[in-house]
């Protein structure tokens, strides 16, 4: 079974309205919490990594949300613009196993004109 | 810096086939990492390695075998393609920290393998 479920598998929105994502998780002990930006064709690159100590954590248009009492996080975009078309992936590090990443299926976003 | 090279970007195999796909990476980062991604699926990590020298086994490491012999590289072996190692491939590097304490993995851009 999978530790980190996302929803939903995908979405589209038009250009300059605001989406949120969902990921919730099941890792335990739990270290941090990131989500990673993936365009097709492309390796992800990093967005956000937050502990379980922070709530919130922004980078420009992008805000995660973090609540590890229930294991959910959320990634808001704020008024999308067509390059924010790509799979955002939840990754969830487990307290001891460092270097060793549960990776979300990720949620497909497709922002039309 | 380029960051994390991977070639080729692209490689059909026959069955029974053999490869080497390569990584390498100019940011000196002492951890190195090769995941693979299947469609609706999340990156399975198949291999790592801490250092020149160590590896070890990830979540999916049957079928594949790694070498580490300098800091940069870290290849990845394919000894006898089969279908079920379709996929993409992703090769990714760390700091053991950065930081703020919390390591960042840079991925490079995939190689996407066909074996039929």
């Known amino acids: 079974k999978n530790q980190v479920e996302q929803s939903p598998q995908s979405l589209i929105i038009l250009e300059g309205k605001n989406c949120t994502l969902q990921?919730?998780?099941?890792?335990?002990?739990?270290?941090?919490l990131r989500w990673y930006k993936q365009d097709t064709g492309r390796g992800p690159v990093s967005l956000t990594i937050m502990t379980f100590s922070e709530n919130t954590k922004s980078n420009g248009r992008y805000t995660a949300t973090l609540d590890a009492d229930t294991k959910q996080s959320s990634l808001h975009i704020t008024a999308s613009q067509l390059s924010d078309s790509a799979s955002y992936i939840c990754v969830v590090s487990h307290l001891d196993s460092w270097g060793k990443l549960q990776f979300g299926a990720g949620t497909q976003v497709v922002v039309t004109p | 810096n380029a960051g994390v090279t991977q070639t080729p970007k692209f490689r059909i195999l026959k069955i029974g086939q053999s490869m080497t796909l390569q990584c390498t990476q100019d940011m000196n980062h002492n951890y190195m990492y090769w995941y693979r991604q299947d469609p609706g699926m999340g990156l399975k990590l198949i291999y790592y390695s801490v250092g020149a020298g160590i590896t070890d086994k990830g979540e999916v490491p049957n079928g594949y075998n790694v070498s580490r012999s300098t800091t940069e590289d870290f290849p990845l072996r394919l000894e006898l393609a089969a279908p079920s190692q379709t996929s993409v491939y992703f090769c990714?590097?760390?700091?053991?920290?950065?930081?703020?304490?919390?390591?960042?993995?840079?991925f490079g851009p995939g190689t996407r393998l066909l074996v039929l």
């Open positions: 990921c919730n998780y099941t890792v335990s002990p739990f270290s941090n």
């Open positions: 990714a590097s760390s700091y053991l920290f950065d930081r703020s304490g919390q390591e960042t993995q840079y």
